[in-house]
């Protein structure tokens, strides 16, 4: 089970992103508060007119080796709990996934 939903050329990842943080990093995968699985990330940006969220995009971006503009905040600009539109192939989606440790807890 991932934490994708196919949507055309392109996929949405649900993330719990932690901003303020030390450093930027991505930190695993965690059981969200509905259930559904999440990535957990986080950034030094300060969720500031959104700093935060072009930190994660950018973050994602680079971990996926894609571009910064192939990847958005779908839903959750001021939320912790964000969708992400990540238009990459679905097998180097799925492969940066399974390379993630699943974390025990929030």
């Known amino acids: 089970m991932t934490p994708t939903k196919p949507v055309s050329s392109?996929?949405?990842l649900n993330f719990l992103v932690t901003p303020r943080s030390g450093r930027d990093?991505?930190?695993g995968l965690v059981i969200g508060e509905d259930g559904s699985l999440e990535v957990r990330v986080r950034v030094t940006a300060p969720p500031?007119?959104?700093r935060a969220n072009k930190a994660v995009c950018d973050l994602v971006a680079k971990q996926l080796r894609i571009g910064k503009t192939r990847v958005r905040v779908a839903s959750g600009q001021t939320s912790r709990h964000k969708r992400l539109d990540i238009q990459v192939d679905a097998e180097a989606l799925r492969g940066w996934l399974e390379g993630l440790r699943?974390?025990?807890d929030r």
């Open 10 to 12: 392109s996929s949405q």
């Open 48 to 50: 500031d007119k959104g």
């Open 25 to 27: 990093e991505v930190v």
């Open 102 to 104: 699943v974390l025990e």
